[in-house]
């Protein structure tokens, strides 16, 4: 199946802090990537749809001037996290879907911890 | 609206067989996935189904039956290792949006 690469795998950082999470579709472009947040044994919850080169699609409730997207190219979608608070410790998972499959393929998430 | 229900928890023992089955009702519909998803990892595409029938890979097969919104994941000869998460998620159009989860179901294999 088609790689997703995301990173950092596991981020500990101080209230405050902005993290900046990666999201890279390895052998595919990717036009629409996805940003998930799972909560421990809870199911994922969508937090915003990126298309390429236009402004991404938040889903209600998700504060789009905490969680910054940016979807500069095909192969690429960033999400930072903006001052982050212990509040905002979960496990955050992008997802990237191509023009020539009807597929989402996952990235293997990252684990923010925020103390 | 998208709905999505799948048990919540299933046990099965090792070297039987399980059926996950999943009902959707989502305004549009074009697909119908299934998932695995081990404690602490991303999700894994298992497979994907956008015609009424059944699609076999390997140990695992997936049904679908457009008029009842209806699915399910067929796994064979399980191993302590298909003990995991699987989530059915359906592809709600054509367009660009992203599919509709439903909460899992947890599969614990059994000695």
């Known amino acids: 199946g088609a790689v997703v690469s995301q990173h950092p795998s596991w981020v500990i950082c101080k209230s405050g802090t902005s993290v900046k999470i990666e999201c890279r579709s390895l052998?595919?472009?990717?036009?629409?990537m996805f940003w998930y947040r799972q909560f421990p044994k809870q199911s994922l919850m969508l937090m915003a749809t990126?298309?390429?080169?236009?402004?991404?699609?938040?889903e209600q409730g998700v504060e789009k001037d905490k969680f910054l997207i940016n979807h500069a190219s095909l192969t690429l979608s960033t999400l930072t996290v903006t001052s982050a608070h212990p509040e905002d410790s979960s496990f955050y998972i992008c997802s990237a879907r191509g023009l020539a499959k009807n597929i989402q393929y996952f990235g293997a998430g990252t684990r923010l911890s925020v103390l | 609206g998208q709905n999505i229900d799948q048990p919540t928890e299933m046990t099965a023992t090792e070297g039987a067989i399980v059926q996950i089955n999943c009902t959707y009702q989502?305004?549009?519909?074009?697909?119908l996935f299934w998932y695995q998803q081990h404690a602490g990892e991303a999700p894994t595409f298992l497979s994907y189904n956008v015609l009424d029938g059944l699609e076999e890979k390997g140990r695992f097969s997936s049904f679908l039956s457009r008029s009842k919104g209806y699915s399910y994941l067929l796994l064979k000869e399980l191993q302590m290792k298909d003990s995991a998460s699987y989530l059915c998620?359906?592809?709600?159009?054509?367009?660009?949006?992203?599919?509709?989860f439903g909460s899992g179901t947890r599969l614990q294999v059994q000695p």
């Open positions: 998620a359906a592809n709600p159009d054509t367009g660009r949006r992203a599919l509709t």
């Open positions: 989502t305004s549009g519909f074009n697909g």
């Open positions: 990126s298309n390429e080169g236009s402004k991404a699609t938040y």
């Open positions: 052998d595919f472009q990717a036009t629409t």
